[in-house]
C-alpha cells in the first residue's frame, strides 16, 4: 500500500512538473509580437513620405531619470509638397502623360479605360497634381496640418522651453517660411520668423548645401538607374496586361512616389499604395537610400564638411548656457545679452539632415561602403535608412540634459547631449557614456571641435574661395558679394 502511495506521489509530481515545463514556455502576454503586424509602405517612402515617429533604437523618448532637458535645438524639413520638381519631371509626369492618353472619347466624361486588375481604379483616379506650375515645391493644405501637429507634439513635448523661443529661421523659399508660420501658430507667444540668407554665415549651418559650390544631386543617379533596371523590370512584367499602355522603369518609380505625394496631400493613404509589394516596396526604399547615400550620406566626401557647421553653431549655443537651470533672480553666472531663449528652430530641406547624422555617424554601418550598397540586389543589414530621417518634417535636434545622477544635491548636477531624429534617441556612435546613452557635455564639445578642425575649411573644400565676377564692380569672393 505504501510502494503504491509513492508510485502515485511520484506520477502525480511528474505531471505536475511536466505541466510547469509547459507553462514556462508561454509568455506572460500570449500575444506574438508580430500579432496583427501589417507592412505600411509609407514608413518606407525616404523623403517623400507624410511625417511619423522613428522608434530609432528604442530607448525612451522622455528624459533619462534624474534628467532634465534644459536647452534644445531642431533642425527641421518643411512640410510635405505636391512634388519636388525633379522627382515630377523624371518620373510622374512622363506616367501621367500616358495615362491621359486613356481617357474614353466622350468629352464630357472624366473616365479612363483599359486599366484591369489591381490598375483599375486609375479608370476613375483623380490626379492630385493637376496644377503642377502652381503646385510643385508648394506645401499643400495637409501639410500646413501636419506642421502645427509636429509644432504641438514639441511644445508637449519641452512645455517649460519652447515658450522661451523669441524667433526661429527659415531661409527664403516659400516651403520653409510656410512651415515655420504653421508651426509658430501653435505656440503660447508670439515668435518671430527670420529669413536668412546666403551672405549670413548662419547659412552655412542652415542650408550648407545652398552655400556649398562643390555640392551636386547628382552623385548616386548612376547606382540609382542601375538598381532601378534591377528591380522593375520583374513588377513590369507582373503589372503589363493590367495597363493598357506600356510600361517603361520610369513608370513603375513614378507610381511608388505617387503613393508618398498623393498620400501626403490628401492625408491618406493613396490605393496607388496597394498596388506593390512589400519586397517590391523594400526595393523601392533601397534604391532611395542608395542615391541618397552617395548625394548627402558617407559615400560623399563632403557631406562631413557640410554637417559640422550646424553642429558646431549648436555646440558654442550649448557651451554658453554654463549655468544649467538660470534660476529668475541669481546674478552670478549671468549669460551676457542672453534673452532667455532656450529652444531654437531652423527650417531645411531634405538634404541638411543627413548631413549631420553623417557627421556624428548615427546611421554608418560598420562594414565597408562598398558592401553596404551593392546595386545588385538590396542589403538588408543596412543602417543608412533615410525613410527614418527625412520624411515631410523630418527632424534632428540636440537636447542640453542636466543630471542629478543618483543624487538629489543640485551641486552634483551633470550635463549631457542627447541627439534626437524624428523624436527618438540616436546614441552617437563614439560618446554613448551618459543616462539613456547620451553623450557627456565636454566629450560631445570635443567631437565637434575635433570635427572642426579636419571638417571646418568649408569655403575652400566648396570652392568658394574662388572670385566670381558679376560685373558692376561686385564679385563674390568666399559666398559674400563685396565691391
Not at 53 to 68: F, N
Not at 168 to 187: C, E, M, P, Q, S
Not at 386 to 391: C, G, K, Y
Not at 430 to 437: D, E, F, I, M, N
Request: with cysteine; net charge negative; proline share 7%.
Amino acid at each position: 500500500m505504501v510502494q503504491l502511495q509513492c508510485q502515485l506521489a511520484r506520477i502525480a509530481i511528474g505531471q505536475l512538473l511536466l505541466q510547469l515545463g509547459t507553462a514556462a514556455q508561454i509568455p506572460l502576454f500570449p500575444e506574438s509580437h508580430t500579432e496583427g503586424y501589417k507592412f505600411d509602405p509609407l514608413l518606407h517612402l525616404p523623403g517623400i513620405s507624410p511625417y511619423f515617429d522613428a522608434i530609432g533604437s528604442g530607448l525612451s523618448h522622455a528624459a533619462p531619470k534624474y534628467c532634465e532637458v534644459t536647452a534644445a535645438s531642431y533642425l527641421i524639413r518643411h512640410a510635405a509638397i505636391y512634388a519636388n520638381d525633379d522627382d515630377y519631371e523624371q518620373y510622374i509626369e512622363p506616367f501621367i502623360k500616358k495615362l491621359n492618353c486613356t481617357y474614353t472619347s466622350s468629352l464630357s466624361s472624366k473616365n479612363r479605360k483599359g486599366w484591369k486588375g489591381p490598375l483599375s481604379f486609375f479608370n476613375k483616379w483623380e490626379n492630385p497634381i493637376n496644377d503642377p506650375e502652381n503646385q510643385l515645391e508648394q506645401i499643400t493644405p495637409q501639410g500646413i496640418k501636419d506642421s502645427k501637429k509636429v509644432g504641438k507634439h514639441l511644445l508637449s513635448r519641452y512645455p517649460k522651453l519652447v515658450p522661451t523661443t523669441k524667433r526661429i529661421y527659415a531661409d527664403k523659399k516659400a516651403r520653409t517660411k510656410d512651415t515655420a508660420a504653421a508651426f509658430v501658430k501653435v505656440f503660447p507667444q508670439e515668435v518671430e520668423v527670420v529669413e536668412i540668407n546666403l551672405n549670413r554665415s548662419s547659412f552655412h549651418a542652415q542650408d550648407p548645401h545652398k552655400a556649398c559650390k562643390a555640392f551636386s544631386k547628382k552623385p548616386g543617379n548612376g547606382e540609382l538607374e542601375t538598381f532601378m533596371s534591377h528591380y522593375t523590370i520583374p513588377i513590369i512584367g507582373r503589372l503589363q496586361r493590367f495597363s493598357p499602355v506600356k510600361l517603361a522603369e520610369t513608370d513603375i518609380m513614378g507610381l511608388q512616389q505617387l503613393c508618398g505625394y498623393e498620400s501626403a496631400i490628401r492625408g491618406k493613404k493613396s490605393d496607388i499604395c496597394d498596388v506593390f509589394t512589400d519586397s517590391e516596396w523594400m526595393a523601392y526604399e533601397y534604391a532611395w537610400d542608395l542615391k541618397y547615400s552617395h548625394m548627402v550620406g558617407h559615400g560623399n566626401p563632403l557631406s562631413p564638411y557640410l554637417g559640422f557647421p550646424w553642429l558646431n553653431t549648436t555646440s558654442e549655443l550649448m557651451s554658453k548656457f554654463h549655468a544649467p537651470r538660470h534660476d529668475e533672480g541669481e546674478g552670478e553666472g549671468d549669460i551676457p545679452d542672453d534673452d532667455g531663449q532656450r529652444f531654437f528652430l531652423a527650417f531645411t530641406h531634405r538634404e541638411v539632415p543627413p548631413f549631420i547624422a553623417t557627421a556624428l555617424g548615427l546611421f554608418n554601418s560598420s562594414n565597408a561602403f562598398a558592401e553596404e550598397f551593392p546595386t545588385d540586389r538590396i542589403n538588408w543589414s543596412r543602417s543608412w535608412k533615410m525613410a527614418e530621417l527625412i520624411p515631410f518634417l523630418g527632424h534632428v535636434g540636440i537636447e542640453k540634459l542636466t543630471c542629478k545622477e543618483v543624487s538629489m544635491d543640485q551641486k552634483e548636477e551633470k550635463e549631457y547631449i542627447r541627439v534626437i531624429a524624428n523624436s527618438a534617441p540616436r546614441p552617437i556612435p563614439r560618446c554613448q557614456g551618459g543616462p539613456g546613452a547620451s553623450c557627456p557635455f565636454d566629450e560631445f564639445t570635443q567631437i565637434v571641435r575635433r570635427g572642426m578642425e579636419v571638417y571646418g575649411d568649408f569655403n575652400r573644400v566648396c570652392g568658394n574661395d574662388e572670385e566670381e565676377d558679376f560685373g558692376g564692380g561686385l564679385k563674390m569672393v568666399g559666398g559674400q558679394c563685396v565691391k
